[in-house]
């Protein structure tokens, strides 16, 4: 069954530094999503992508946050600058169609991210 | 603007108990629902949706979720537990404006021998 992966699984790294996660959705599917969940919170949407530019974003995607499609295959979320705030576990998510109920989103196994 | 509420961040269960996982919902629109399943180290799982067609939805595992509409509630409930069903379970709304989904704060079900 065709699923989504994101890597690393866990990553550890120190306040201030840039750290990219990656993603590889379902291969047929056209909008791509991330969504974070700090702590003992609800999971937070973060950014939708569509036809390789970002179709709507939340209050909390500001300017220290990027994402690409950068070769047809990978999505990747990058943090410019990290600060201890942004440890959460960040999800990956795909669809094939506009989320419109109709259409599910398959989600990755999430990228554990620590900021020291 | 849409959100959920999931009442219980940790509900414990006999084997054999019943299951009820509950959420409520705030939306300005025909809502969306949809309940979603997070084993350890993997992924969120659709569990099952709402998209209007019935109001008792039936998913994969021997779950279903009633909708109901005059008490913006979508509980997700399973005659039996079985072991295999401890994990953290997320409730969330979609339809809105936004084509991305309003995910609950989860509840983490565990299951006692």
């Known amino acids: 069954e065709p699923e989504v992966t994101q890597t690393p699984s866990h990553q550890v790294t120190q306040m201030g530094q840039e750290v990219i996660l990656r993603c590889v959705p379902i291969?047929?599917?056209?909008?791509f999503y991330w969504y974070r969940q700090i702590l003992g919170q609800k999971v937070e949407f973060l950014v939708s992508?569509?036809?390789?530019?970002?179709?709507?974003k939340s209050e909390i995607f500001d300017d220290q946050f990027s994402v690409e499609r950068p070769d047809g295959s990978n999505f990747t979320l990058k943090i410019r600058s990290t600060k201890l705030e942004d440890s959460a576990m960040y999800f990956c998510?795909?669809?094939?169609?506009?989320?419109?109920?109709?259409?599910?989103?398959?989600f990755g196994q999430g990228t554990r991210l620590t900021v020291v | 603007a849409q959100s959920v509420t999931q009442l219980g961040s940790h509900v414990s269960v006999s084997e054999g108990a019943l299951v009820l996982l509950r959420c409520n919902y705030s939306s300005s629109v025909p809502p969306y629902l949809f309940w979603y399943v997070q084993y350890p180290n993997q992924g969120l799982q659709l569990l099952l949706k709402y998209t209007s067609a019935a109001t008792l939805v039936k998913g994969i595992n021997g779950f279903e979720a009633e909708f109901k509409k005059s008490e913006t509630s979508f509980h997700l409930t399973k005659p039996s537990a079985h072991m295999s069903d401890a994990a953290e379970y997320f409730c969330a709304v979609g339809g809105g404006s936004q084509g991305n989904l309003i995910f609950g704060k989860g509840t983490k079900l565990s299951v006692k021998p």
């Open positions: 998510a795909s669809s094939a169609y506009y989320l419109d109920g109709n259409t599910e989103a398959f």
């Open positions: 992508f569509y036809n390789n530019e970002i179709s709507e």
């Open positions: 291969s047929n599917h056209l909008y």
